[in-house]
């Protein structure tokens, strides 16, 4: 896909051989992180043209969707660039700020030092254009949540300057979809403003919510257990067993395109590259069959019983 893009000019969409190495090492060891992205290089690349010429048009509101579509098809960094780019100049000052800071991350990731200098030059470009909205709350919120036009936000962020868009900010107090309390603000670049909402005088909930909220009683002392579903990793072994293939496998295949620079494309040397292609896309293949979940159910615990006969005793359970 082509990424080139006002700010970072003449960039190739993939990094050279030199980068292959902690490419190869970061997919190794995903695969117990994450699952994988979807991966549609064509509809990334037809995406990414389609909004390559939206921002010649200066309709950024169309074309940012677009390069997002297009970066989560297939997460190049030249993408996620040109995404920051478009966010910046559609006015979206807090989601450009941290497109750029994730840009920066994974260029440095990728070892791609010119464009995570550049993220990192237009991130700290945008520093004092971002308006900051504090949030206070007086009273508990125990049973209530705060959001921030539709973002729930954590108690530890109250009192805390946040990075936000400029434009309206609705800031609520809520108890399940019910709206308690209420409050707005216009920021503006720059801006430094503040909400509070009061909670101490926030009445209880009604009885049939109360009710409602109740969990659903245990079993009882002559009920019998019933089985429940669990899901769990298939094989640990099998996952960290293809990491460590997986590593070891990239690690072959850069020797061997190495020996394959230096011999000048000898057969022996092809040969320890297809070797170590085979080593690296065996481990991803255990990995990931390792780390798919699969069902099983609990073991039910039986408590022993005690016969006592005339001449004997008997204890009958599972131990």
Same mark, same amino acid.
């Given at each position: 896909?082509?990424? =080139?893009?006002?700010?970072?000019?003449?960039?190739?969409?993939? =990094?050279?051989? /030199?980068?292959?190495? +902690?490419?190869?090492?970061?997919?190794?060891?995903?695969? &117990?992180?994450?699952?994988?992205?979807?991966?549609?290089?064509?509809?990334?690349?037809?995406?990414? /043209?389609?909004?390559?010429?939206?921002?010649?048009?200066?309709?950024?509101?169309?074309?940012?969707?677009?390069?997002?579509?297009?970066?989560?098809?297939?997460?190049?960094?030249?993408?996620?660039?040109?995404?920051?780019?478009?966010?910046?100049?559609?006015?979206?000052?807090?989601?450009? !700020?941290?497109?750029?800071?994730?840009?920066?991350?994974?260029?440095?990731?990728?070892?791609?030092?010119?464009?995570?200098?550049? &993220?990192?030059? /237009?991130?700290?470009?945008?520093?004092?254009?971002?308006?900051?909205?504090?949030?206070?709350?007086?009273?508990?919120?125990?049973?209530?949540?705060?959001?921030?036009?539709?973002?729930?936000?954590?108690?530890?962020?109250?009192?805390?300057?946040?990075?936000?868009?400029?434009?309206?900010?609705?800031?609520?107090?809520?108890?399940?979809?019910?709206?308690?309390?209420?409050?707005?603000?216009?920021?503006?670049?720059?801006?430094?403003?503040?909400?509070?909402?009061? &909670?101490?005088?926030?009445?209880?909930? +009604?009885?049939?919510?109360?009710?409602?909220?109740?969990?659903?009683?245990?079993?009882?002392?002559?009920?019998?257990?019933?089985?429940?579903?669990?899901?769990?990793?298939?094989?640990?072994?099998?996952?960290?067993?293809?990491?460590?293939?997986?590593?070891?496998?990239?690690?072959?295949?850069?020797?061997?395109?190495?020996?394959?620079?230096?011999?000048?494309?000898?057969?022996?040397? !092809?040969?320890?590259?297809?070797?170590?292609?085979?080593?690296?896309?065996?481990?991803?293949?255990?990995?990931?069959?390792?780390?798919?979940?699969?069902?099983?159910? +609990?073991?039910?615990?039986?408590?022993?019983?005690?016969?006592?006969?005339?001449?004997?005793?008997?204890? /009958?359970?599972?131990?």
């Amino acid at each position: 896909m082509t990424t =080139s893009c006002p700010v970072a000019a003449d960039f190739e969409r993939r =990094s050279p051989l /030199r980068f292959i190495a +902690p490419a190869l090492l970061g997919a190794a060891l995903s695969l &117990a992180a994450a699952p994988a992205l979807a991966d549609d290089p064509a509809a990334a690349e037809a995406l990414f /043209r389609v909004a390559k010429g939206l921002m010649e048009k200066k309709n950024y509101a169309e074309a940012c969707p677009k390069f997002e579509a297009s970066y989560k098809l297939d997460p190049a960094v030249g993408t996620k660039l040109n995404w920051a780019d478009c966010l910046e100049k559609q006015g979206l000052l807090a989601r450009a !700020w941290a497109v750029w800071g994730e840009a920066r991350d994974q260029a440095k990731r990728e070892g791609d030092k010119p464009r995570g200098d550049l &993220a990192a030059r /237009r991130q700290k470009e945008l520093d004092p254009r971002l308006p900051q909205l504090t949030v206070q709350v007086k009273g508990s919120v125990e049973g209530l949540a705060v959001y921030r036009d539709e973002v729930k936000l954590d108690p530890v962020t109250f009192g805390v300057p946040l990075p936000v868009d400029p434009g309206k900010h609705v800031v609520t107090l809520r108890r399940g979809k019910d709206v308690l309390k209420e409050a707005s603000v216009e920021s503006k670049e720059k801006g430094k403003d503040e909400v509070t909402l009061d &909670a101490t005088d926030v009445p209880p909930p +009604p009885p049939e919510q109360l009710t409602q909220a109740q969990p659903f009683p245990g079993p009882g002392p002559g009920d019998k257990p019933k089985d429940q579903v669990t899901m769990v990793r298939r094989s640990k072994g099998m996952l960290v067993g293809g990491i460590l293939l997986g590593i070891a496998g990239g690690f072959v295949t850069i020797g061997g395109l190495i020996a394959v620079d230096a011999s000048h494309g000898s057969p022996g040397a !092809w040969g320890f590259t297809g070797l170590g292609a085979v080593m690296f896309g065996g481990g991803i293949a255990m990995g990931v069959i390792g780390n798919q979940k699969i069902p099983r159910k +609990p073991e039910v615990a039986y408590v022993p019983e005690v016969f006592i006969g005339p001449s004997s005793v008997m204890v /009958r359970g599972a131990f």
